[in-house]
């Protein structure tokens, strides 16, 4: 059976690298030929899209009786799409946010985050608890277009000569790549999670570890797979937003619907409440001072992104085999990686600051002298 799992897990791969190039290429045609900014339909249509594994995985597990794995995959998905994927994504091409996202979409996610963990806290998501996700990705999902597309209307340009950085296609057949690039992903998701499913419980790891680390990663590489096309294609705004997007998406729609339908609610694990659903807040506010200097993504800090994911995952390993080393790889992280990495952020916050404000003041500075230079003879 080992080697047809190696199957599945390959052959989910492929397909999710051909349903993230047939998304985004259809989805960037769409964008122009309907006046949407392609930031729009990554935190929209795209998103939506590549969270349909997560959906699928989520219900499922809630109706075989398996809450832990439906919360760890949502969890664990949005951890991976901030840190992974953007870290992934960050060190193919440095990551350019629009003032949209920093100013309404990132603030909206974390928002989303807190509301999540509030709810949480009794130790389940139930009827009226996803009414109020659902809700709060309705709001943001209806905003977000009609700021789009007051920004493509307000636009200089005409839609129609919007960069797609490839051949432009019919209507027609981008909305037919849209439709059949949303079919790989789900496939490709579907067989690779059951192979690394099938894998890890070969191997004797939890159900939990699994939801938290296979199945979170596994459902999240559409993402991966049409953020990282998107940024070689040079649709930066659609990488970030997807991520963004599908944050949203995840919290509002994988766990609302599922609270909504099944009215006895999701039971939360008290070791999620504890450790996983902090984490999670903390990924998403993590990419608050990133975004607000400079409004972009470095390749350093897509690196320090990984790299706490890996620090994050080994954790998890370690916790649930009760390796020895648990004790000094926490003391290390604890007492040293995570404070320079704070110290980190605070420096490179307070110098971007300190530069975007120079500028702005040599600017002023600049426009006065011009508007006080006395008249040309």
Known sequence: MLLLDIVLVVGGLVLLVAGGEALVRGASTLAAKVGVSPLVIGLVVVSAATSAPELAVTVGAVLSGEPELALGNVIGSNIANILLILGLSALVLPLLIKRQIVRFDLPVM???SVLLVVVSLDGEIGLLDGVLLLAGLVAHAVMSIIVGRREVVDASAPVDS??????????WLAALLVVAGIGLLVGGAQLLVTGAVSIATGLGVSSLIVGLTVVAVGTSLPELATS?????RGERDMAVGNIVGSNIFNIGMVLGVPAIIF??????PPAAIALDLPLMLAAAIALLPIAFTGFIIARWEGGMFVALYVAYTAYLIL?????????????????????LIAITLIVVTAFEVGVHRGRRLAAREKAGGASNAPPAE
């Not at 009215?263 to 939360?268: R, T």
């Not at 085999?321 to 040293?336: I, K, N, P, S, Y």
């Open 228 to 232: 990282i096309i998107a940024v070689r």
């Open 319 to 339: 916790a649930a085999t009760q390796h020895r080393a648990l004790e000094g790889f926490t003391d290390v992280m604890l007492w040293f990686v995570l404070p």
């Open 110 to 112: 974390v928002g989303m």
């Open 162 to 171: 919007m960069p797609l950085n490839s051949r432009p296609v019919p209507l």
């Open 263 to 268: 009215g006895q609610g999701i039971p939360v």
